[in-house]
């Protein structure tokens, strides 16, 4: 279940509920539901992730699945007011695995990240960080109407349950299937079999194509190879 902060609730959601969520995780924990707390982090909730986390633990949930901001949808409108920074990125890793270490919880990032982009990527022993996209190989997503996109943040439909065949736009959904998205400027980065370069489907949302620099990482990336 998803709790973006705490104060932030109805900023961030438009519904004044962070305490009927909180409910629910003792209410599932009650009848002994396993359940984990999703905190997308953006600029506007990042000062209370600590407080977030906590809450989220201590209500009832067995996990923690964090996400930084990804601009998409209606968030293209306020990108510049919710993405994070690059010192915010790892602060909100250090904040997570701080939390999850004082409460012997596990969790993970849901979105992967670009390896060159962490300062330390060995410190996290709670925290597990991915740095490859699963899109279209470990899973793909159906959307309400049956409309099939390589990933829950993806725009774009690659076909259809009751197509014959499912996938109708097989260039798209190779690219993804077969990790045809590495942005040329990483391709001389010695970490480059075990990371795919940040959010490949925020690079086609921001830049026009998945094998585009993720700007949301690129000055990460700048300070890295300088």
């Not at 480059?192 to 370069?197: K, L, N, P, S, V």
Request: glycine share 8%.
């Amino acid at each position: 279940m998803s709790l973006p902060g705490y104060s932030t609730f109805q900023e961030h959601t438009g519904v004044d509920n962070a305490d009927g969520v909180l409910g629910w995780f003792k209410e599932a924990k009650s009848i002994g539901l396993q359940t984990t707390v999703n905190i997308t982090v953006t600029k506007k909730n990042y000062f209370e992730l600590f407080e977030t986390i906590s809450m989220g633990l201590v209500s009832g949930a067995s996990s923690v699945l964090l996400n930084r901001f990804l601009p998409g949808g209606r968030g293209l409108e306020h990108m510049n007011e919710l993405i994070l920074s690059d010192n915010q990125v790892n602060g909100m890793m250090d904040t997570a695995e701080e939390v999850l270490s004082l409460s012997n919880r596990y969790g993970h990032i849901g979105t992967e990240v670009a390896l060159c982009a962490i300062k330390e990527p060995n410190k996290y022993q709670r925290l597990r960080v991915g740095y490859q996209c699963a899109a279209a190989k470990g899973f793909f997503v159906i959307d309400p109407a049956g409309n099939i996109r390589t990933c829950n943040h993806s725009p774009r439909i690659v076909g259809h349950i009751f197509s014959d065949p499912m996938i109708t736009d097989i260039d798209y959904w190779n690219t993804f299937a077969k990790s045809k998205y590495k942005p040329d400027m990483c391709s001389v980065c010695k970490n480059i079999a075990g990371c795919d370069c940040g959010c490949r489907e925020v690079a086609n949302i921001l830049c026009g194509s998945p094998k585009e620099e993720d700007p949301t990482i690129s000055k990460m990336l700048q300070v890295v190879n300088n």
